[in-house]
């Protein structure tokens, strides 16, 4: 079969190669606003860092072994154990707004 | 990412390491794809101290990198330009598909996850239009919105986005203004959760027979072409219209849940049940047609009728075999329902609902031993939030409610073939109004 012959097959709709125009089932997705990190410390040295437990599957007793990390290897640097406020689910701006106060980054654990 | 963008906090995420794409999906989607991440195996749940130090002291998973070196380096290493500016993009859904071969049509639905894996009906156009004539409502007219999980963005959808998954369940036409009501009602069938969780559906009012669906023998199976189909079409229409269910990256059900396929949906048998329908207990009138969705559908307990000896103490250690986050939903054969009104004295279904409540009681200390407890109710808990806080001010041995008063529903299907009925997990979650969509 030659090339023509074939693509004259397609279009004119020749049993099992008749093509088909069908609906794209996906929804409509929002578009997505880019949004800037905020700027990163040069040094852990002698700086405060949060770490939020999620209080989801154990989280806190992971973070409570990063919280034993720095002490033994970077012993310049304050930690916190906190905990969300409620589930995971729910945002905690009283939390958030005592770190920016007090601290100087976090690390969040454990996500999911 | 509230506290990195929000707040100016510079900040590294922990997961776990089956968690790799989520994440990275997720912080794409919300216009910060540079968050920083260190990922640590999983589990973490139940591990020990020193398997936890193990953990962060080991390497990621993903990087083979040492997890502390990528957490400090997180914190302090310079961000770059993409860093700060984040990423916007906008982004849009063709209304058709390129034309192609019915064969190479069905291939594509299935390799862009468009399908459950069984075989659909393609969504012509021709086929389209014959379902967007059994509504009002117009085509573009917006039904609502659905997201994946509360974290993940919302996606809208028209009434003809409807019809197209509709169509690929096989629905009828006459079907389509009880599958409107279920999209219209913004929640979805097939949400992420590790739990694999599964929606229940149940269909009330005279929209029972004008479909001709099932409420009798074999009403929950694979017997009637209504229940199916508006089951499938809430299953298909979840995953699509809210950006997808796709395993390790918009669905994360570690077994998954053979519920999902048509999301238990079926017609309440009113006629043979001793107590008002479920749409009436919402407030519904009887000739008002509604379907009713139940979601966190894990759990279903089994066993044939009541005997007079020790009712009390078989449904009571049906109760007591469910998680605590589990809500009770008594799914009776009219035959087991008599039983229950007779034996319980229940003239109503909101009596045999605050019998259950009062009856399901455990020791405290195992209560809050339940996993799904620690991560759902516990903070709930220590926020102060009643009735959980004064759970957790019971002694250790002091009795205390497994479930919420209110989270324990009823409803009465099968054919009375036998007395057999089920104890589901499936908490109620409300109830909409199909002539709205006619």
Same mark, same amino acid.
């Given at each position: 079969?030659?090339?023509? $012959? ?69 012993? /310049? ?25 007090? /601290? $100087? ?8 | 990412?509230?506290?990195?963008? &929000? ?43 020193? +398997?936890?130090? #193990? ?70 156009? +021709? ?148 107590? #008002? ?27 044939? &009728? ?78 102060? +939030? ?53």
């Amino acid at each position: 079969m030659t090339i023509a $012959h074939e693509q004259r097959r397609a279009t004119r709709g020749d049993g099992a190669h008749t093509h088909l125009s069908v609906l794209n089932p996906m929804g409509y997705p929002p578009r997505v606003t880019g949004k800037a990190l905020a700027p990163r410390l040069d040094s852990l040295d002698g700086k405060t860092v949060f770490l939020v437990d999620c209080r989801f599957d154990d989280s806190a007793r992971l973070l409570e072994q990063v919280q034993t990390w720095f002490v033994k290897h970077m012993p /310049g640097v304050t930690t916190r154990v906190v905990s969300l406020a409620n589930v995971y689910g729910k945002d905690d701006p009283e939390l958030w707004a005592r770190i920016k106060r007090e /601290g $100087h980054a976090a690390i969040v654990g454990v996500g999911h | 990412m509230t506290l990195e963008s &929000g707040y100016g906090v510079p900040v590294v995420m922990l997961h776990t390491h089956v968690f790799d794409r989520v994440v990275r999906s997720t912080v794409r989607m919300n216009g910060m794809p540079g968050m920083r991440a260190a990922y640590v195996p999983q589990p973490v749940m139940g591990k020990s101290e020193s +398997e936890l130090w #193990e953990y962060v002291t080991g390497k990621n998973p993903i990087t083979g990198r040492a997890v502390m070196q990528e957490v400090v380096e997180g914190l302090t290493s310079p961000l770059t330009t993409d860093d700060l500016s984040g990423e916007t993009f906008e982004r849009s859904t063709p209304r058709l598909v390129e034309p192609d071969t019915e064969e190479n049509l069905h291939a594509l639905f299935l390799r862009n996850h468009w399908t459950d894996t069984l075989p659909i009906v393609l969504p012509t156009e +021709e086929r389209v239009a014959n379902m967007l004539a059994h509504t009002r409502h117009k085509p573009d007219e917006l039904v609502g919105r659905m997201r994946i999980t509360g974290h993940r963005e919302a996606w809208a959808y028209t009434v003809e986005k409807v019809a197209v998954n509709a169509v690929m369940a096989g629905a009828r036409p006459e079907y389509f203004p009880v599958i409107l009501a279920l999209a219209a009602s913004n929640v979805t069938a097939r949400g992420s959760s590790s739990s694999s969780m599964a929606s229940l559906v149940v269909v009330n009012g005279p929209i029972r027979q004008e479909l001709e669906m099932n409420s009798g023998i074999g009403a929950m199976g694979p017997f009637n072409h209504a229940n199916s189909t508006i089951g499938r079409a809430y299953s298909l229409l979840s995953q699509n219209l809210e950006g997808g269910s796709v395993p390790g990256l918009t669905y994360m059900g570690s077994q998954g849940n053979a519920y999902s396929f048509t999301n238990v949906t079926f017609a309440e048998n009113e006629e043979a049940s001793p107590w #008002e329908p479920f749409h009436v207990e919402q407030g519904f009138k009887p000739t008002d047609s509604t379907v009713s969705i139940f979601g966190s559908v894990w759990h279903t307990g089994f066993t044939l &009728g009541l005997r007079e000896g020790h009712w009390r103490q078989v449904v009571e250690r049906m109760l007591l075999g469910m998680d605590p986050l589990c809500r009770p939903f008594f799914v009776l054969d009219p035959i087991a329902a008599r039983q229950f009104a007779e034996f319980g004295g229940f003239e109503t279904k909101a009596k045999l609902a605050e019998w259950a409540y009062d009856l399901a009681r455990i020791p405290a200390a195992q209560y809050w031993d339940y996993q799904l407890i620690q991560n759902y109710i516990y903070p709930r808990a220590t926020f102060g +939030e009643e009735p959980f806080a004064s759970r957790l001010r019971a002694a250790p041995d002091e009795l205390v409610h497994m479930f919420a008063p209110d989270s324990i529903h009823t409803v009465v299907v099968g054919g009375e073939t036998n007395a057999y009925w089920r104890l589901f997990s499936a908490g109620y979650t409300r109830t909409m109004n199909v002539d709205d969509w006619r």
